[in-house]
Structures are given as structure tokens and as C-alpha cells.
């Protein structure tokens, strides 16, 4: 799978050749490299320390003594591997959602190239998604204008431009200007010019960038061409020295859902990969077709069943997590109204997980999924049709005859709620083994706890639901804090 955001960048071909009594030129150092051939570089030693990038190129004509070879153009190597989604996860506190409120800020954007620099993840070829609507990557282009010629021969770099270039996105709750059909993605781009020399500086050398979106429908519904698309902010051209001056840029993307959201019209999903594309353009140099590099994924959502926003986009490049805490405890006392907390569903959650043969009901080797991304739960949207609901309700229905047996300490007498893991509005609850075999049957922990943080617990955990876009069978983590 393609990794979210690395430079897409434009080839540039030999100039006319050198005259065959011309010496090499005064400005050029000998090189191996073709014409057409860049460098995307995300290695944060090297972001750190764009003059060692520079000073290799200076005086090698390539970076091989920095163990890299080009990205894109002629001699590109093979793309490198990102961790899948399965195997990469974000967190949020289960607190900000207290008594299944809406948090007052749904998103909690990337604020800046600073944070996002900060963050040890933004600058590999994944990029870092701080949560399912904040997005950023950091990389380093490398582009050397080359020119060969027949005597002598050979090919030379007169020139090169290297920029640290910053891209953070946001993903969105409901329509685009309030439309009922379009959903939408912004983005901004900064580019930090490090380096220009050469022909780059030449009258008449430009750099376009422009954000590429390719998206499809699943399971089909809608057209190809409107799944994903440029919005209102289609990129910028300028010359190296206005990119110097001012580096920023906007990019929106828009995907156009052919219904309104409703039941009729099911689920209106497109996943699009989107790339950034730097287009060069020198005087006296043509131009190669634009090479792909590393992509981010979005995901454009029309799901009527989510009450506080039918309509969105998240990147989808992640496992989402809820973390729940120990320490949450309730607090009757507190300032204003008694505070709800969650810590008798986390110990139960933990306990369980942490020795799940000791768990009720019995079962050896009993499995208790939801702990981490590569053994994920997935959610079941029960508002999203009969066939959900009636497994939720039989999830429900399973927890409820094993607790009323007697076989579980406690009970409502004591006014204590029966609580159970994996959750009733998942997948993998009590009920699995009725759907997808008896090797799943007792694959779930009930424990009678405090009815106040068993019903704050669900509160919080729906509501999580409905601002994270968590949407039918979509894979969720639950974590455990102290």
C-alpha cells in the first residue's frame, strides 16, 4: 500500500548539447545521474541538515555517499513500504467526551509546522495523523537540473533546488458550505526553499504545485470523476524566488456524493489517495511526464445514521483508539455538577484482557480482541439497518442470560449494572458465534460493576462514535490507561 504524502516530482531533460569543442561547463560537476531523475528525502537527520544534502550533491553530482539513490525519474528505486493502517493507531482520551457530550473543539487540528515538526512521525514517508481529521508530513525535495551532451561526454548538474516542504491537512464534519452532496478536505502546503542555484535561478524558471486526488466509490454508486476532485484552491505557480519569499500554499479536495445522505441511499463512501506534484519549468529544458511518489489516503463519508454530522471526511490511514483510565474515578463532590468517571469498565477491561481464562463466563484459551491495531474490534452501527441491529440486540441478549444465571457475583440487587467486553455495538461481542461459528462462543468477560461509570462508559464510547466518523465494521483499538 502506498504511504501517505511524498513529493510527486517533474523530470527535467537535457538541455541542447554542448558544442563538440566546448570543455565541460564552468558551473557543472559531473554526474551519474539522468536527466529527470529526484530525490523525495524524509529521513529527519537529513531534514535537520539540508547543507549536508547540498554539499554531497556539490561535490558528487548525486547522493550516493548519503546512501540514497533517486525517487522519481529514470533511475528511481522501488517504492519503500509504509505501515498499513492495521498497524498504526492514534488515541483519545475517553474525557473528552464526558457524559456523551460533544467536545467543544471536534477536531484538535495540527496548529503548525512547529507541532507537526515536533512530532517523531511526521517527517517518515507515513506522515503523522494526530487523530482521524489531522494530518501532516514533512519531506525534503531534491531536484538537480541535468544537461548531457555528446563531447565530452557525459552528463552534468548545472543547478539545483532543495526545499523542506510541510503539508498538514483537515478533514471535516458535515458539507462543504453546507452542501448536502459534497464533502471536502483543506489543505496547506509549505514550502522552505533551501537551496536555488544555477539554472534554477535563470529568468523564466518556475515551480507549480498542485494536489493530485484519485478516488473511488466502494461499492460503486458513484462516478469515477467525482469521488475525488480539486476544490476552489487548485495550487500556485511562481518563480524560485517568489517560492523563497513566500512558501505557502492552499489545496481543497472535494468529493460529490450522487444522494443526499439518507437509508435509500446507503452508504456513499469514496477512499481517495491524494499526492502533492511539483511541476519545474527552465528555459532551454523540456519536460518528462510527472513520476508518483508516496501517497496519503482520505476517506469521504455520507453516513445518515451519525447524528451529529452525516457527512465528512477523515484520513483513513489509521486504526482509531479510545483510551479509557483506571484513575477516572467518579466524583459526587466536585465543583458544579458530580463529576461521571469511567475507571470500574476500564478495570474490568484491563483485568480481563490482562487474564482473560479467569474472565466468566469459563472458557480455556478464551480470546478477548480490541487490544491494539493488528486485533482490532469493529463497530456495528445498529441505526444503520435491521440486519445491525438484530446483531447488537442479540449481543445484548447473550450478555444478559449469562448474567441473570446466578453464575456472576453481584447483580442488581446489590444495584450494580452487568457490564461486558468485547462491547454489544461490536462485532466480536457475546453473539459472535451465532453469525460466524462456535469457536467464538464464551469469547466475552462479564463483570457486575458501578452502574454510574458503566452507563458513563457507553455514553462516552458513543459519542466517541459519532466525532470520530467510527462508521459500520470500521476497525476501532480500546486502551487501558493507569
Known amino acids: ?46 531534514l535537520a ?30 517504492e519503500r513500504e509504509t505501515m498499513a493502517p492495521w498497524g498504526r493507531s492514534y488515541t483519545v482520551p475517553s474525557q473528552r467526551f464526558p457524559r456523551g457530550r460533544k467536545p467543544a473543539d471536534p477536531y484538535q487540528y495540527i496548529s503548525g509546522i512547529d507541532e507537526c515538526a515536533a512530532n517523531d512521525s511526521s517527517d517518515n514517508d507515513g506522515g503523522w495523523i494526530k487523530n482521524r481529521f489531522s494530518y501532516c508530513q514533512r519531506h525534503m525535495i531534491v531536484i538537480p537540473a541535468v544537461q548531457c551532451g555528446l563531447w565530452p561526454p557525459g552528463c552534468y548538474v548545472r543547478g539545483w533546488f532543495i526545499s523542506r516542504n510541510t503539508i498538514i491537512g483537515q478533514g471535516k464534519i458535515g458539507g462543504w458550505e453546507g452542501s448536502r452532496y459534497a464533502r471536502n478536505a483543506d489543505f496547506d502546503l509549505n514550502v522552505d526553499v533551501y537551496a536555488a542555484t544555477g539554472h534554477f535561478n535563470q529568468a523564466g524558471a518556475t515551480m507549480e504545485a498542485t494536489l493530485e486526488c484519485e478516488g473511488t466509490w466502494e461499492g460503486g454508486g458513484g462516478e469515477p470523476e467525482d469521488a475525488c476532485d480539486s476544490g476552489v484552491y487548485e495550487g500556485r505557480k511562481d518563480s524560485t524566488r517568489g517560492w523563497r519569499n513566500d512558501g505557502d500554499v492552499k489545496f481543497d479536495l472535494i468529493s ?9 441511499a ?98 480455556d484459551n478464551k480470546n478477548l480482541p480490541g487490544a491494539e491495531p493488528l ?73 457486575y460493576v458501578d452502574p454510574t ?10 459519542a466517541w462514535y459519532e466525532n470520530d466518523r467510527i462508521l459500520g465494521w470500521d476497525a476501532f483499538v480500546i486502551h487501558i490507561g493507569d
Not at 539540508?50 to 528505486?77: C, F, H, M, R
Not at 460529490?256 to 435509500?264: D, F, G, I, N, W
Not at 449469562?402 to 440487587?413: F, T
Open 1 to 46: 500500500m502506498a504511504a501517505a504524502l511524498s513529493a510527486v516530482l517533474m523530470g527535467l531533460v537535457t538541455a541542447p548539447a554542448q558544442a563538440a569543442d566546448d570543455g565541460p561547463p564552468d558551473d557543472a560537476v559531473a554526474t551519474t545521474l539522468k536527466p529527470g531523475d529526484s530525490y523525495t528525502i524524509s529521513d529527519p537527520a537529513l
Open 49 to 78: 541538515n539540508p547543507q549536508k544534502v547540498e554539499d554531497a550533491l556539490a561535490k558528487d553530482g548525486d547522493l550516493d555517499a548519503l546512501g540514497l539513490k533517486p525517487n522519481n525519474g529514470p533511475s528511481a528505486q522501488p
Open 256 to 264: 460529490l456524493a450522487p444522494r443526499q445522505p439518507s437509508a435509500e
Open 266 to 363: 446507503g452508504p456513499q463512501i469514496a477512499n481517495a489517495d491524494f499526492r502533492p506534484i511539483y511541476e519545474f519549468t527552465i528555459p532551454g529544458y523540456d519536460q518528462l511526464q510527472p513520476t508518483e511518489g508516496e501517497e496519503g489516503k482520505l476517506r469521504f463519508d455520507s453516513a445518515w445514521y451519525l447524528n451529529r454530522g452525516d457527512m465528512g471526511s477523515v484520513f483513513s490511514d489509521i486504526t482509531p483508539a479510545l483510551r479509557y483510565d483506571r484513575s477516572d474515578t467518579s466524583d459526587p463532590t466536585g465543583p458544579g455538577e458530580p463529576y461521571l468517571g469511567v475507571a470500574a469498565v476500564a478495570d474490568h477491561i484491563g483485568d480481563a484482557r490482562a487474564n482473560p481464562d479467569s474472565t466468566l463466563p469459563p472458557k
Open 375 to 447: 486485533d482490532p474490534l469493529h463497530r456495528i452501527a445498529a441505526a444503520a439497518g435491521a440486519s445491525q441491529r438484530a446483531r447488537s440486540d442479540a449481543n445484548r441478549s447473550v450478555v444478559r442470560s449469562y448474567c441473570n444465571s446466578g453464575d456472576v457475583p453481584g447483580g442488581p440487587g446489590q444495584g450494580l449494572d452487568c457490564d461486558e467486553y468485547p462491547f454489544a455495538s461490536s462485532y466480536q461481542g457475546a453473539a459472535r458465534y451465532q453469525f460466524e461459528g462456535g469457536q467464538y462462543e464464551r469469547d466475552y468477560s462479564v463483570r
Open 453 to 462: 461509570e458503566n452507563q458513563e462508559a457507553g455514553r462516552r464510547l458513543d
